[in-house]
């Protein structure tokens, strides 16, 4: 039972340490929405979202208002598209505009779920999902799109990694205009779960109930002053504990959360996702936890070291907490969303060797990277494969959202405004991988996956 104490002892981090709810998450199922004629399939899509999450945005400000609790995001996460397309047919456009519409009419910020789980091969509707998304994140504000192109028991599907590298930088062309903004509302994952409330990659899972409430919950600037007071000859025994610590009143107050939208709007209640997520603002970065913890700066040699201990700890912390732990759950650590990774790749401390051996113990993956723009396909495409592979081995979640700065010098940057922040490019390997890539197939699952 949640106690008003839970809520009490946040009211100083909210204040002074950037606490916040990052999202509540409406999943929502369309399964019955699919329909042999597109037109109306996207009308039953249209009515069920407007009639499951029109009071969404209305209850997340009511428990703002109650509880002095900041709620960054409201947004909708639903069955992927690929899947209604494959008994319509048509042009899967129209789906994205149909998204794109609701979530304007509901007044969500994000809605997710323009996907295709491909993980082991393409049903019918998957390669024309695929193949739109270039053009369906240029036409829409709203819409996330994200492509399962791996797992541990499945192993990697190539042909589909392959076809995701032209995908992300023919997203950027297309908005090369607008910051190439396409291929930031694009996530290749391995592993993607079916429950994860953050975009760009959440989609609402087969396995979920009808209408669900996800919340995902931030707070590293809490973590972060909470390291500050300790003297820095504490032991790494003590860190983790005050991490743990804090963790639980973290996901605590992320459990309040959930529960009263899961009472005021009438539907079950899913998950507390407790992940560290990062903001451009000062005092609300993962990269300034592990600083505190004793590296000078994030991307120096204890960078791996510390963010293991500081994910754990975190997973540890929260699962005292809630018995409704899920989603990806941990420390994220995207590029241009945390003030401290902004700062350690324009200096070059943090480069993309150090990123990738972070994301074997982080919760994700290779998250808003800015890359050169002339940067070509097949090179994306193995960036995938090994950040896949990865996730693959080590029975993990992990994806690459990546952003190829078309048009842009290497001494550039691209702004994206708000939580997505801002980032300079990042030099990357451009040794070909090309025949590797263009080879397709499946990289077979692992020994590991064998577990039955």
Not at 79 to 84: D, G, R
Not at 146 to 156: E, K, L, P
Not at 206 to 221: A, F, K, L, M, Q
Not at 263 to 271: D, H, K, R, S, T
Request: proline share 4%; hydrophobic share 45%; with cysteine.
């Amino acid at each position: 039972m949640l106690e008003m104490q839970n809520v009490i002892e946040t009211v100083s981090m909210i204040k002074e340490d950037n606490l916040d709810i990052r999202t509540i998450t409406m999943g929502i199922s369309l399964v019955d929405c699919a329909d042999g004629d597109i037109d109306r399939s996207c009308e039953k899509i249209y009515n069920k979202i407007y009639t499951s999450a029109k009071d969404l945005v209305k209850t997340g400000e009511l428990i703002e208002g109650k509880f002095g609790i900041p709620i960054v995001n409201k947004r909708i996460a639903v069955t992927p598209i690929s899947q209604l397309l494959a008994a319509s047919g048509g042009d899967p456009l129209k789906y994205a505009r149909v998204l794109d519409k609701v979530a304007q009419d509901i007044g969500v910020n994000y809605i997710g779920g323009y996907s295709a789980l491909v993980h082991k091969g393409f049903s019918k509707g998957d390669l024309e999902l695929i193949q739109s998304i270039p053009q369906a994140m240029a036409e829409t504000n709203h819409v996330c799109s994200s492509v399962n192109i791996g797992s541990t028991r499945a192993g990697i599907n190539m042909d589909a990694v392959a076809m995701m590298g032209n995908i992300v930088r023919e997203a950027a062309e297309l908005t090369q205009d607008n910051e190439c903004m396409g291929a930031s509302k694009i996530v290749v994952f391995c592993n993607a779960v079916e429950d994860n409330p953050f975009m760009a990659g959440a989609f609402h899972g087969s396995g979920e109930p009808d209408v669900v409430i996800n919340v995902g919950v931030s707070g590293p600037g809490v973590v972060r002053t909470a390291l500050a007071k300790l003297d820095k000859s504490t032991s790494l025994e003590v860190v983790a504990d005050t991490i743990k610590q804090t963790a639980f009143k973290i996901t605590r107050m992320g459990q309040l959360v959930g529960t009263q939208a899961s009472e005021m709007l009438g539907v079950p209640f899913g998950i507390v996702d407790l992940s560290l997520a990062p903001t451009p603002a000062v005092g609300d970065s993962v990269a300034h936890i592990l600083e505190e913890i004793g590296l000078d700066q994030v991307g120096a040699h204890g960078s791996i070291a510390t963010l293991a201990m500081l994910n754990d700890a975190v997973k540890k912390g929260g699962v005292m907490a809630s018995s409704h732990v899920g989603g990806l759950s941990g420390a994220f650590i995207p590029v241009t969303e945390d003030a401290g990774m902004i700062a350690a790749a324009a200096n070059g401390t943090l480069n993309i060797e150090t990123l990738m051996s972070m994301t074997a113990v982080c919760s994700v993956g290779l998250d808003m990277i800015v890359i050169p723009g002339t940067t070509p396909p097949e090179v994306i495409s193995a960036l995938i494969a090994d950040e896949a592979a990865i996730g693959m081995i080590n029975s993990k979640t992990t994806a690459v959202r990546v952003i190829p700065a078309i048009g842009r010098s290497d001494d550039e940057s691209l702004d994206f405004g708000g939580l997505f922040g801002s980032g300079t490019v990042m030099p990357l390997n451009q040794t070909s991988p090309k025949v590797f890539v263009d080879r397709g197939g499946r990289i077979p699952a692992p020994i590991q996956s064998l577990k039955n």
